[in-house]
C-alpha cells in the first residue's frame, strides 16, 4: 500500500517555535537594550545593551502565550478573515466569474497570445495590487481549461492565474498580507515607499509576461516540446457557463470594488488608516455588493461567515507567529538575539547586512509559508537590527517581502504552490524545471533592488 503524503503544516512549525523558545528561555544569558521614543518612533539605544534579570518561561506561561498571542493579532487576524468573507461574496454572486469569463471570450475574436496575456495581467493586478493570493483559487480551473482549450497545456493554464497571481503577491506594493503588516511593527506609514515596490512589481510582471508566452508559444507549435506531455489533462477542460456574463449589475459591482481599494488606499497613504478602517471599508463594499446581486440579508451573513471560516487558517498562523514573540518577549529572549545578530554582522557593510536579511527570510519561508505570519515572527528582531546597523526600516520591509515573496513559487511547503500543482496535474519536478531558470533572474532582481534601496537611503526612515 503506497504511504499517504501528508501536507506541511505550518501550524505545527509555530508551535515547535514556541516550545524551543520556552526551553531557551532557561538557557540564554539574558540582556536588554534601552529604548527610547523620538518624533512618536521606538528606537532601541544601540550602546545600552546591559544584564537582566533570566525570567524562564513556566509550562504554564507556554500555554497562555497561545490566546496572549491570538488577542494580540486580533485587529490582523480579522482583517484577513472579513476581506475572506468579502471576497466570497464577489464569488458566490458569480462577479469575479463573469469578469474572467468575458476575456475568455474574447479568445473567438483575437489570438491565443493577447488572451493570455490579458489573463496574466488581470491575475497579476489581482495579487499584486489587491494582494489576494489563495482567494483566487476557485478561478484557477477555468484559467486551465482555457489554457488547454486555446492548444497549450495546463502548466501555462496554473502560470497565467494562480502563480501569476502568487508572484506578483510577492512584490506588491500595497499587499495587506506583509507589507502591512511589517509598516505595522515598524511603525512605519502604512504603505509608504510604494513607488521603488511598483517599479519591482513592474520588472516581475514583464519577466513573467515574458517566460509565459515563450514557453506557450514554444508549446502550440510544437506540443511534444510541452513539460506536459504524456500526461492526460483532457478531464481538466470545462465548459464555461455562457449565462455567467458581465452583466450591468456585475459591472457595477466591479466598480464599487476599485472605489472600495481605490478609498482604502487613499485612506491608508493620506489618513493613515490601519486594517480596522480598511476593514470597514471592504465589509461595507461587500454588503452593497450582496444587495445589487439580489442576496438576502441573511444570505450576505452566511456568504461573509463562510469567507471568514475560509480565511481562518491564514488568520490562525497569525496569531500562532504573535506567540512565538509574546515567549520571546516572557523569556527576555529578543534583545540577546538582537545583539548576537548584530555583533555578527557588525563588521558588514549595511547592503551585505540587507541581503543577508532577505537571504534568511528565503530559508525562513519555507517553515512559515504565511506572509502575515513570517512578518509577525520576524520583524520584531528585525527592525531593532535595522536600527542599530543603519538600514532605513523600510529596507529591511523589503528584505522581508523579497525574501517571503517570490520564494512561495519554489518551496514545497507553500500549500498553496501544492494546490496550484494539483488543480494542473503539473508534478513537482516539471513546475522546478519551468520555474528555476526565472529564480535565478529574479535573485538578481532582488539583490539589485536592495542595493539602490540602500543607496538612496530608502524611507522615510
Not at 355 to 374: D, E, K, Y
Not at 433 to 458: G, R, S
Request: charged content about 10%; glycine content about 10%; proline content about 4%.
Amino acid at each position: 500500500m503506497k504511504k499517504q503524503v501528508r501536507n506541511f503544516n505550518p501550524n505545527l512549525v509555530l508551535v515547535i517555535m514556541v516550545i524551543l523558545c520556552t526551553i531557551a528561555s532557561y538557557f540564554v544569558t539574558p540582556g536588554a537594550y534601552d529604548r527610547e521614543t523620538v518624533n512618536g518612533i521606538t528606537r532601541v539605544v544601540a550602546t545600552s545593551y546591559h544584564e537582566v534579570a533570566r525570567t524562564p518561561v513556566s509550562v504554564m506561561r507556554m500555554f497562555e502565550a497561545f490566546p496572549d498571542g491570538l488577542t494580540g493579532a486580533a485587529m490582523m487576524m480579522f482583517a484577513v478573515m472579513i476581506i475572506g468573507g468579502v471576497v466570497q461574496i464577489y464569488s458566490d454572486t458569480g462577479v469575479m466569474g463573469a469578469a474572467i469569463n468575458s476575456v475568455m471570450k474574447l479568445s473567438n475574436k483575437v489570438g491565443g497570445g493577447l488572451i493570455i496575456s490579458i489573463v496574466t495581467l488581470v491575475f497579476m493586478f489581482i495579487g499584486g495590487i489587491l494582494g489576494w493570493s489563495e482567494q483566487v483559487i476557485p478561478f484557477v480551473p477555468i484559467a486551465i481549461s482555457l489554457a488547454i482549450s486555446l492548444g497549450y497545456d495546463s502548466l501555462v493554464g496554473i502560470a497565467i492565474s494562480g502563480f501569476a497571481c502568487l508572484i506578483s503577491f510577492a512584490v506588491g506594493p500595497f499587499n495587506v498580507f506583509t507589507v502591512g503588516t511589517s509598516h505595522t511593527i515598524a511603525e512605519l506609514p502604512m504603505f509608504s515607499g510604494w513607488q521603488l515596490r511598483l517599479v519591482a512589481l513592474a520588472v516581475v510582471a514583464a519577466a513573467w509576461l515574458f517566460w509565459t508566452l515563450r514557453y506557450a508559444a514554444k508549446v502550440k507549435k510544437d506540443p511534444s516540446k510541452s513539460l506536459m506531455a504524456g500526461i492526460d489533462t483532457s478531464d481538466l477542460v470545462i465548459p464555461i457557463e455562457s449565462d455567467n456574463t458581465l452583466n450591468a449589475v456585475k459591472v457595477l459591482s466591479l466598480l464599487v470594488m476599485g472605489v472600495c481599494f481605490g478609498f482604502t488606499i487613499w485612506g491608508l497613504l493620506s489618513k493613515h488608516w490601519g486594517f480596522r478602517e480598511m476593514s470597514a471599508i471592504f465589509l461595507i463594499g461587500g454588503v452593497i455588493v450582496g444587495f445589487m446581486n439580489r442576496m438576502s440579508a441573511g444570505e450576505i451573513c452566511d456568504t461573509i461567515v463562510k469567507g471568514c471560516i475560509g480565511a481562518f487558517g491564514g488568520a490562525l498562523i497569525i496569531g500562532l507567529a504573535r506567540s512565538v514573540q509574546v515567549v520571546l518577549t516572557a523569556g527576555g529572549l529578543v534583545d540577546p538575539l538582537v545583539h548576537g545578530l548584530t555583533s555578527m554582522m557588525s563588521s558588514a557593510s549595511a547592503y551585505v547586512t540587507s541581503v543577508i536579511m532577505f537571504i534568511v527570510n528565503f530559508f525562513i519561508n519555507a517553515l512559515i509559508p504565511s506572509g502575515s505570519g513570517q512578518a509577525m515572527a520576524v520583524m520584531p528582531i528585525m527592525i531593532p537590527m535595522a536600527d542599530m546597523l543603519h538600514i532605513t526600516r523600510q529596507t529591511a520591509v523589503l528584505a522581508f517581502q523579497f525574501g517571503d515573496g517570490i520564494s512561495n513559487t519554489f518551496w514545497f511547503t507553500n500549500g498553496t504552490l501544492l494546490i496550484y500543482c494539483g488543480l494542473g496535474k503539473v508534478p513537482l519536478s516539471k513546475w522546478y524545471k519551468f520555474i528555476l531558470p526565472l529564480h535565478f533572474f529574479f535573485f538578481i532582481m532582488q539583490l539589485a533592488f536592495l542595493y539602490f534601496a540602500q543607496m538612496i537611503n530608502y524611507g522615510p526612515f
